[in-house]
């Protein structure tokens, strides 16, 4: 079963129903972020409902934000929201410790080239 969910067709303009998986991804973003580039500490992130967690690379500080009230990521509610940072701290540790170490076989759909 693979681990993720196509986003092409969302991509493409095609209605989708709503998500019910939460949708995950990792950088190599570095901690602490570099004074050149403040905004690129980003190293996991997960949204799950109207959730959006961001973590930096040891989930030791994460920013959380509620995407259908704040699309533009300017309140950050962890302090306000504990039990939903635990939720999806948790959510996130899990998908992470399932990585591989490296990826196999075919990571990128056929629809990148185009």
């Known amino acids: 079963v693979p681990d993720g969910i196509s986003q092409v067709d969302v991509l493409l303009g095609k209605r989708q129903s709503r998500r019910q998986k939460p949708l995950f991804w990792k950088s190599n973003a570095p901690w602490p972020a570099p004074k050149s580039r403040p905004f ?6 997960v949204i799950h409902d109207r959730w959006k967690l961001i973590a930096n690379n040891d989930l030791s500080y994460v920013e959380l934000y509620d995407v259908l009230k704040g699309p533009y990521e300017q309140q950050n509610l962890a302090e306000e929201k504990p039990v939903i940072v635990s939720e999806m701290r948790e959510k996130l540790s899990r ?3 399932g990585l591989p170490e490296h990826p196999t076989g075919p990571v990128f759909s056929s629809l990148r080239s185009r």
């Not at 690129?40 to 992130?45: L, R, S």
């Open 40 to 45: 690129h500490w980003g190293a996991f992130a």
């Open 95 to 97: 998908w992470e410790k």
